[in-house]
């Protein structure tokens, strides 16, 4: 059975009035990575068309569930919704991660590390955590929103995968902007 956490789902009103931005408290020992105009101005970044449908993004609040399952973000209907991270911007994890798990999140510049007995921990800095929900979790979820054409799990993600690195990664300057600039010196040789 997927996971579902407990959460306020908002049914599709079809107004066409834009989208309005719903935040609940994180929750004891937990915090929001972006704010309501962090968002704003994110989604302002894409064409209008992309928003049409879109009519609630909500900062949802930590649950019991959602502590033992990684989750930054998701999409039920006409929302998108995005989860808190530990206040500490370090997150803990049983087992190791998957390659794409791994991979997506060193992309935005989270550091894993490997603990004694299995056990892995993803830390992140400020600017890292704030690239990822920007330009990953939250375009992704959008790319979600999106698909009217794919109808399996695997469809879907990969879809919303496809979105995410084109409208977010790349579009906002992907490795190359991310990457420490090294100074270039050139050097002519007399003949």
């Known amino acids: 059975m997927p ?3 407990p959460e306020d789902w908002h049914e599709p009103t079809e107004a066409g009035n834009g989208y309005r931005v719903v935040v609940q408290s994180p929750g004891a020992g937990y915090r929001h990575v972006l704010s309501a105009k962090d968002v704003r101005e994110r989604l302002a970044d894409l064409p209008e068309f992309f928003l049409r449908d879109l009519e609630v993004v909500q900062f949802s609040r930590m649950t019991r569930k959602k502590q033992s399952l990684p989750c930054y973000g998701m999409q039920w209907g006409p929302a998108l919704y995005l989860y808190p991270i530990d206040e500490s911007l370090v997150e803990h994890f049983g087992r190791a991660p998957t390659p794409d798990i791994y991979n997506e999140s ?9 603990l004694e007995g299995g056990a892995w921990s993803l830390t992140w800095s400020e600017s890292a ?5 920007l330009n990953n979790i939250l375009i992704h979820e959008l790319g ?3 698909d009217e054409r794919n ?4 469809d879907r993600e990969r879809y919303a995968e496809w979105f995410a690195t084109e409208f977010g990664y790349r579009r906002t ?3 190359d902007a991310r ?3 090294r100074k270039v010196r050139r050097r002519h040789h007399a003949l």
């Open 173 to 175: 300057g992907g490795a």
């Open 179 to 181: 990457r420490p600039k």
């Open 151 to 154: 109808t399996s799990y695997v």
């Open 144 to 146: 979600h929103l999106l």
């Open 106 to 114: 060193r992309m935005y510049g989270g550091r894993w590390h490997e």
């Open 129 to 133: 955590i704030r690239d990822f929900y």
């Open 3 to 5: 996971f579902s956490p």
